[in-house]
């Protein structure tokens, strides 16, 4: 059997979306649990340079999302990425992932050869669909996750490799 550019992209994203959103869910728990707000944990941070939980989690989400988006050729959700809260974070992984279940594998057949072009202020990165995949969009997905995971260990919060792992497919 092969494997398709779906079954590396569209499930990978959800499981690790719904994992995400279980230990945010543990972030709130524990935020209440030691009776303290939680909007410390979404606003935290490792260093002053670096992104706060809630855009690790709105990156996490927009990578998941574009590249569905572009790997499938149909448009791409648009969040206006206002979340504040835990609970604000998990509904937009929620409308996230809601959208990744709407890909079917036949809009990615082909995808892996599809052209892909991104446009950031200090240039453009072209790619071909597995490039993009393999070279950006998973790095990239994962990168911000952990971070996610990360700064919740930091507020200490328990969680550990099986929450980010979750559940055995």
Known sequence: MAISMYDFSIPVMIRGLSNMSAILAKGAAHAEAKKFDSLALAQSRLILDMYP???QVQIACDTAKGAAGRLAAIEIPKHEDTE????QLEARIKKTVDFLKTVTPAQLQGAETRSVELKFPDG???FTG???LTGFVLPNFYFHASMV???LRKGGVDVG???FLGPTP
């Not at 504040?84 to 609970?87: D, E, Q």
């Open 124 to 126: 453009v990165m072209k």
């Open 161 to 163: 490799k099986d929450d």
């Open 53 to 55: 939980l809630t855009r």
């Open 84 to 87: 504040t809260t835990l609970a």
């Open 149 to 151: 995971y990360a700064l």
């Open 130 to 132: 597995l490039t993009y």
